[in-house]
């Protein structure tokens, strides 16, 4: 058990609609990162936070957007939802932000279909 | 999306025997980390390297950090049914934290 977790599991859900994913980072960690893996791309990172501020962005899309709270835990809105939208969503958190030790732990991820 | 180049892609090999991976980048990384994932599951961390030449074991498995920053090696010795899963290497950039993943490496291990 990484000690990150993630809800729902599972999630399945229409065309067009808007789906929100959830968080909550390791105790004492203050930097989250959402990653989508899917068959053709693999594993791409999405977005980072750092104690509630984005600290990078990657591949994600302008209908997908994150944000992270006081309390530290995470949250990925994925809307306007298309069919090639359905993949494994993983959160991961690490201590720091960026530099010192970067290992990033992982949750046991959301698989969202899209129909 | 950008991924680095790990081999080989799949491995069937006997239980006992020993196993080598590797992954390589065209971009010099500060970090690199090995995961292994199982299938439905979140990747797994095994091993972070943080220098050039640096040399991890955890266990059965021993990884290197390349000397040129662009590459990295895994391997396991004494392979078991448990190892069965998908290896994924990372690569961190300067001045990031976000990971770069390789392509995986599958791991069949027959009994």
């Known amino acids: 058990d990484s000690g990150v977790t993630q809800t729902p599991k599972h999630l399945i859900t229409a065309t067009g609609q808007r789906v929100t994913l959830r968080c909550s980072p390791r105790s004492g960690d203050l930097s989250v990162y959402w990653y989508q893996q899917s068959l053709d791309q693999g594993l791409q990172f999405l977005i980072q936070?750092?104690?509630?501020?984005?600290?990078a962005k990657g591949n994600i899309l302008e209908r997908f957007s994150a944000q992270q709270f006081p309390d530290l835990h995470s949250e990925l809105n994925l809307s306007s939802l298309e069919l090639g939208d359905s993949a494994l969503y993983f959160c991961?958190?690490?201590?720091?932000?960026?530099?010192?030790?970067?290992?990033?732990?992982f949750g046991p991820g959301t698989r969202l279909t899209v129909t | 999306g950008q991924q680095l180049n790990q081999s080989p892609q799949s491995m069937f090999i006997q239980e006992g025997e020993d196993v080598s991976m590797n992954c390589t980048s065209s971009s010099i990384f500060n970090t690199w980390l090995w995961y292994k994932q199982d299938p439905g599951e979140g990747p797994v961390l095994l091993i972070a390297?943080?220098?050039?030449?640096e040399l991890t074991s955890n266990g059965r498995l021993t990884a290197q950090f390349g000397i040129t920053r662009k590459d990295s090696f895994l391997n396991i010795s004494a392979s078991i049914p448990s190892d069965v899963g998908i290896y994924f290497c990372?690569?961190?950039?300067?001045?990031?934290?976000?990971?770069?993943f390789g392509t995986g490496t599958l791991l069949a291990v027959q009994p």
């Open positions: 990372a690569g961190q950039s300067p001045g990031t934290n976000k990971l770069i």
């Open positions: 936070y750092y104690n509630g501020e984005e600290r």
């Open positions: 390297l943080y220098k050039a030449g």
């Open positions: 991961a958190s690490s201590e720091w932000a960026s530099g010192g030790r970067g290992e990033q732990y």
